[in-house]
């Protein structure tokens, strides 16, 4: 097991830049989760980590060892690809056993390797099977057996669910939980997918644009999100992201006014020297309650049930796009109908012209008595 300690680390290929000069550091045994839409930067970090790219500048340190320019096999690392990647002539057996014959090891450590990788992943019945004989999801639990039979300080994987069907990735998350509390490992776990990244990490690292724009525990970064790019990465559906002019700076917040000119009280931060600029109010689907006399308003243009609850698309007005209102599951709406919301201040998220959040004013202490 090892703490990974990445320094200034930045990649280019050409004139793009993948990965601008980036810090991160991720602790021994920790479960960090890099997402972010297609694009971003989070393979190219993940491959220079595993020394499959080589790092235009920076340092990565696994386990306090500079391995900058140390080859992949001697980093102590294994990595899981999306498309498994196993040998098609090699029976399941052989596809585990490989990493450790081609290491050298002796034939009864590598039987007993094997065997003790293949139990973990519910394998052991599969073991003279081809992978064409086998389904998708069992494919992917061979290719992380042939990962972590290695014992690697660190486990690297690169969207390993992506190919899979829906039900089969909830099920390969539990695995996953339940493989990192086996192994104690540090594993990072590449996602684009946000729920994936929310059920499995410890902490998750949001990228944008390659840059890595947000770190911190799921629920921390879903509630405060620090960047506009953030709020549109994480939660779904997502934030509502509406265009609106810093109004007022008040004792306990700021005034906004929306472009159709309702006022929103928020409990966002600013300075005076803000007044009269543009910024964006984004709102998550749950924290808008219905209040007749709220400054959000809209005709029901979607109406989706889910069951627990029930999603209503509200038209959009304007330069206002479609808003997203969170419902209970037993309300119903009709087509058309016009509904109405306000927000709690300390729910309204405020994002200044170039993306970063205002800070919040702390909510009002409970009385002394
Ligand atoms: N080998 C490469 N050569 C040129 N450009 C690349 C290469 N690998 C990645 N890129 C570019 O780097 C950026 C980040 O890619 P990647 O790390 O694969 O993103 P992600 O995994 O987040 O989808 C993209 O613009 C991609 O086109
Ligand atoms: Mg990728």
């Not at 002796?106 to 599969?126: G, S, Y």
């Not at 992506?162 to 590449?190: C, K, P, W």
């Amino acid at each position: 097991m090892a703490a990974v300690d990445i320094a200034g680390l930045g990649k280019r290929f050409g004139e793009t830049i993948a990965l601008s000069p980036s810090d991160l550091q991720i602790a021994d045994g920790e479960f960090v989760v890099l997402v972010g839409p297609s694009g971003c930067g989070k393979s190219t970090l993940l491959r220079m980590i595993a020394g499959l790219e080589s790092a235009s500048e920076g340092r990565i340190l696994i386990g306090g060892r500079d391995v900058t320019d140390v080859p992949p096999a001697e980093r102590g690392v294994a990595m899981v690809f999306q498309s498994y990647a196993l040998y098609p002539h090699l029976t399941v057996a052989g596809n585990i056993a490989f990493p450790l014959k081609v290491a050298g090891l002796l034939k009864r450590e590598i039987a007993e390797r094997v065997a003790e990788a293949a139990a973990m992943l519910d394998l052991t019945d599969l073991l003279d099977r081809r992978p064409r004989a086998l389904s998708g999801g069992q494919r992917q639990r061979v290719s992380i057996a042939r990962a972590i039979v290695r014992r690697p300080q660190v486990l690297l994987l690169d969207e390993p669910l992506s190919n899979l069907d829906t039900s089969l990735r909830a099920r390969m998350r539990h695995e996953f939980a339940r493989l990192h509390q086996q192994l104690g490992a540090t594993m990072i776990y590449v996602t684009h997918d946000q729920l994936e990244a929310m059920t499995l990490a410890n902490r998750i690292v949001v990228m944008s644009a390659g840059r890595i724009e947000q770190v911190g525990a799921p629920i921390d970064v879903y509630r405060r999100p620090a960047s506009i790019a953030v709020a549109a990465a994480i939660g779904s559906p997502g934030m509502n992201l509406l265009p609106a002019m810093l109004a007022a700076v008040t004792p306990t917040g700021t005034t906004l006014r929306l472009s159709d000119g309702a006022l929103v009280t928020t409990a966002a931060q600013a300075s005076v020297d803000d007044v009269g600029t543009a910024v964006t109010l984004g709102v998550r689907p749950e924290h808008l309650v219905p209040d007749e006399d709220g400054p959000f308003a809209g005709a029901v243009e979607l109406f989706e049930r889910l069951g627990p609850l029930s999603f209503a698309h509200l038209g959009a007005r304007g330069d206002v796009d479609t808003i997203v209102a969170q419902l209970p599951g037993d309300r119903s709406v009709t087509l058309g109908e016009v509904l109405h919301f306000s927000i709690a201040p300390h729910d309204a998220h405020v994002f200044a012209a170039d993306g970063r959040a205002y800070p919040l004013t702390p909510p009002p202490s409970s009385p002394v008595r």
